[in-house]
């Protein structure tokens, strides 16, 4: 099969790096990739937004099947776009449609689907600038601290925590009057659940699903999770506070009514669904879905999936996931992202890497690297994903962290606590 990669991070290049060790691969593109993309598949410099562009290559490399990384494309409906051309319609998409992509393209749809169906979610209202007044007065009378999120996608950076009412109150008004742009044309102010962060990942077919290795990833710049937040630093998995009785609670109360109210709204969803969950006490809540698999996690995650990729999308695209067996290695892994000088502010482009082939007991998931003359430059905040795959989660936190430091660029900056605030 040929095989088309939409994205260019480093969830991307995990999962090149696994769809390339496919027997049912016979050869991989990637739009647009990076600098080191390359190593798995063919790189084309073409943008996954320009669909038009998109299916010239399907076409022109005769692909067999297509997997969207990002969110943009599929919240801008690139499987749609494929079921109405007649010359793409059977090509398998994985990923959902337009009507499924919602779940993460609207923070207020997704609430109201998570009402709809009672899935147990932190309380909320939405906001616009014809009810800012409203806003502001419901601000007067909420518990602190207070969540603000822009309805839309806004690169990871839509949702503010604020300590005060009058913080709050100010950025409600920030985030209608532009500051996110669009994505902000619409707030949702949400209660502030205190408890810990995970990650739960399933594929579906629309009628079932299997669930992936589940993971943590950290999100703020710091030691200590201090200082701005990120796209994410770092991630572990397994998540050792996610025992069999908490992750069986996750199934029941979000994961099941999740598909079940996917299949009762009649939105048709082939792809993934991310759970951004809190275990609060003992309990699981939900805080959000994405459409697609995280990144850093997809980078920890794919070391523990024992399958082939390929077969596993093509028993999502088939719908015959229900009797599907996905096997999970038993073994810990942990992603440290390498970030570049200023991140997550305006950080520096165009430093040549070196030391890569230096690294001993991991893997290097490019995120934001370019070549340039045959040298592997930054092009990105979020630079490289150093991930090892260990028998204990010491052992894979301390391998990735010792490479991590075996690779240098000027201005070079990584977290050494990655996942030992769970040893």
Not at 249 to 275: H, M, Q, R
Not at 333 to 338: G, P, R
Request: glycine share 10%; net charge negative; aromatic share 8%.
């Amino acid at each position: 099969m040929n095989i088309l990669l939409l994205g260019s991070g480093g969830r991307e290049s995990a999962f090149a790096w696994k769809i390339s060790q496919s027997s049912q691969c016979s050869q991989l593109f990637i739009a647009p990739g990076n600098g080191g993309t390359n190593a798995y598949g063919k790189n084309v410099n073409i943008n996954p937004n320009n669909f038009e562009a998109v299916k010239a290559l399907v076409l022109k490399e005769n692909i067999d099947l297509v997997v969207v990384g990002p969110e943009e494309p599929l919240v801008n409906g690139i499987h749609d776009f494929f079921l109405n051309d007649s010359e793409l319609a059977k090509i398998p998409v994985i990923g959902p449609k337009k009507e499924g992509a919602i779940l993460e393209g609207s923070k207020d749809f997704s609430k109201q689907f998570m009402a709809r169906h009672g899935i147990p979610t932190p309380g909320s209202e939405s906001f616009t600038n014809d009810t800012l007044q409203q806003g502001l007065a419901y601000l007067d009378n909420h518990s602190l601290p207070i969540v603000l999120k822009a309805d839309g996608l806004a690169a990871g950076k839509g949702v503010v925590i604020c300590q005060t009412v009058a913080e709050a109150k100010e950025e409600l008004e920030l985030m209608l009057g532009g500051k996110f742009g669009a994505a902000g044309s619409l707030v949702v102010i949400e209660e502030y659940l205190t408890g810990i962060e995970l990650s739960v990942f399933v594929l579906t077919d629309g009628d079932n699903y299997v669930i992936l290795p589940e993971a943590k990833d950290y999100k703020k710049i710091g030691q200590a999770d201090t200082g701005l937040n990120t796209g994410g630093m770092g991630s572990v998995s397994p998540v050792p506070f996610a025992d069999k009785k908490f992750l069986d609670a996750v199934e029941e109360s979000i994961i099941k009514p999740t598909i079940n109210g996917l299949k009762k709204d009649k939105i048709d969803y082939t792809g993934f669904i991310f759970f951004g969950l809190f275990k609060v006490g003992d309990k699981p809540m939900i805080i959000e879905y994405n459409c697609r698999m995280g990144d850093p996690e997809t980078e920890s995650v794919m070391l523990r999936i024992e399958n082939d990729l390929v077969e596993l999308f093509m028993a999502t695209a088939q719908k015959k996931l229900k009797d599907y067996k996905l096997n999970i290695s038993p073994k810990n892994a942990a992603t440290v992202m390498v970030v570049a000088g200023g991140y997550p502010g305006d950080y520096e482009k165009g430093k040549s890497i070196s030391g890569i082939e230096n690294v001993r007991d991991s893997l290097v998931f490019h995120a934001g690297t370019a070549l340039d003359g045959g040298v592997v430059k930054t092009n990105g905040g979020r630079v490289l994903a150093i991930s090892s795959l260990q028998d204990n989660q010491f052992e894979a936190l301390q391998s990735a962290t010792a490479d991590a430091s075996r690779i240098y660029f000027d201005g070079k900056y990584f977290r050494e606590d990655i996942g030992f605030d769970l040893v």
